[in-house]
């Protein structure tokens, strides 16, 4: 079993690249279906949630190369409806490839999603708003059975809340149905967007993606494009924590700085010192963090949930109190636990966090639990002073594209230990 060993304590400095989005590219590998040839996607992370998209891809009959972060998909022979429950259950976002599937073939049949245990995370809004479209589901042994009568026809859909996932699904089983398709309170992240834009290069007419109201009007093909995946604001600001809580100076390469609007302002508000020129971020920490008096999460533009976690690892290091509330997932605070092992002061109750900081934090054995609470125990293993090791990491390579390199280019004492 491999585990991370980190010494904390050395402040992180030197420039790194940042990876490809995860939250982009796993819905373009999925859209690739609804485009006919070869599909080029660069900057696709290395990340196993990746590999588990291009395994579905190949399952459904897809020729797929992953070469120096360029995945190209050919869908000449992807005549395959079904995924099978262990891939299906490899991440939450295999639920995209539905709306997909339906589009190409009238038919498809899955099982229900895995992912990130945050709680709850059920799929009604995807299953209603397909239905609109004229998906007929049917439940049976765990499967969802999934066909059209009459075809896929455009219709208005208004979403009880902008879920990121369903908002993805409609506009995949959308872009080739007849007609239009209006979604009302439909998801603004920049991922939608990127997914947008990849289906626009492909043919599709989609107006209005990034805002709350999207038209799609339906086209009958779209041809496999070449696209380039948008930076990971998630990944940005985790790296932002690291080089905060070593009191380090980094510069974060190729980011999108709109994306970050939500985000630069809690670093500021710690002390930070930030310059963005061009698409590179300059982040250098004050010697004392200051923290960060209140943050709730919230759909985009709002504070994103996947960033809370890392940042409230951050808060542990700050002179004073914290407080979060989380608003999007019922139980994402999981990994409080194990920061506490370290000597963290974190208060949970219920979708609050009340952070002491600047308590005593020394290294201890730790386990991740999930994919952005991983990443919390690596912000607070190089802040800490002592030896943490961290195991679990299925979890963190589910989407950060080698972690433990990036952060040794940055001058970081840690490794990679098997046992
Ligand atoms: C996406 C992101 C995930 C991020 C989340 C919120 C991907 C691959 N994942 O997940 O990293 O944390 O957005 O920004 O892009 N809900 C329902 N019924 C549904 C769908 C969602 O009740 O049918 C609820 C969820 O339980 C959750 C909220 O809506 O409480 C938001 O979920 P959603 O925006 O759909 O998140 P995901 O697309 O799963």
């Given amino acids: 079993m491999e585990y991370i060993k980190i010494r904390g304590g050395k402040p992180l400095e030197g420039e790194l690249n940042i990876q490809g989005a995860k939250n982009s590219a796993l819905p373009i590998l999925a859209a690739t279906l609804v485009c006919d040839g070869k599909s080029e996607i660069h900057n696709c992370p290395n990340i196993t949630d990746v590999d588990a998209a291009i395994n579905i891809l190949k399952q459904l009959g897809c020729t797929v190369e992953n070469k120096s972060n ?64 004229g998906v007929k589901i049917e439940e049976s042994g765990g499967k969802l059975l999934c066909f059209t009568e009459n075809g896929l ?69 779209l041809k496999a494009p070449i696209h380039r995946v948008i930076p990971d604001r998630i990944v940005t600001a985790t790296y932002m924590c690291c080089t905060a809580v070593t009191k380090g100076e980094t510069l974060l390469k190729d980011i999108y700085p709109e994306h970050l609007n939500s985000i630069i302002p809690l670093f500021l508000e710690t002390g930070c010192d930030i310059n963005i020129t061009n698409n590179n971020l300059h982040i250098k920490a004050p010697k004392i963090l200051k923290p960060i008096k209140l943050t709730r ?28 509330v989380e608003t999007i997932f019922e139980n994402r605070y999981k990994y409080a636990g194990e920061l506490t092992r370290m000597g963290a002061n974190i208060r949970v109750e219920g979708r609050v966090a009340v952070v002491e900081g600047n308590t005593e934090i020394s290294g201890a054995k730790v386990e991740a639990w999930d994919l952005r609470g991983g990443a919390a125990l690596v912000v607070a293993g190089l802040g800490c002073s002592g030896e943490t090791t961290i195991s679990g990491l299925n979890h963190i390579y589910r989407g950060y594209d080698d972690i433990v390199g990036s952060i040794k280019s940055l001058s970081g004492d840690i490794s990679l230990q098997s046992m």
């Avoid at 995209?96 to 339906?102: E, T, Y």
């Avoid at 603004?188 to 990034?210: C, M, T």
């Avoid at 996947?306 to 690892?313: L, S, V």
């Fill in 70 to 133: 360029v995945v190209s998909v050919c869908t000449d022979n992807a005549n395959c409806k079904e995924i099978p429950d262990n891939l299906m259950r490899e991440m939450r976002s295999s639920i995209v490839f539905l709306g997909a599937i339906i589009s190409r073939c009238g038919s498809a049949v899955l099982s229900f999603p895995g992912g990130c245990e945050l709680g709850p995370r059920p799929i009604d809004i995807h299953l209603s708003s397909l239905r609109k479209i």
């Fill in 297 to 324: 999460t919230g759909f985009y533009p709002g504070f994103p949930t996947d960033a809370g976690p890392t940042i409230i690892a951050m808060t542990c290091f700050a002179k004073g109190t914290s407080v979060f």
């Fill in 153 to 221: 026809k455009g219709c208005e859909i208004d979403l009880p809340i902008p879920s990121v996932g369903a908002t993805e699904n409609i506009l995949l089983a959308s872009v080739k149905a007849k007609g239009k398709t209006i979604i009302r309170n439909a998801a603004r992240e920049p991922e939608i967007v990127d997914l947008s834009n990849f289906l626009i290069s492909a043919g599709a007419k989609i107006f209005g993606a990034g805002e709350s109201t999207i038209v799609i009007e339906g086209v009958k093909n």
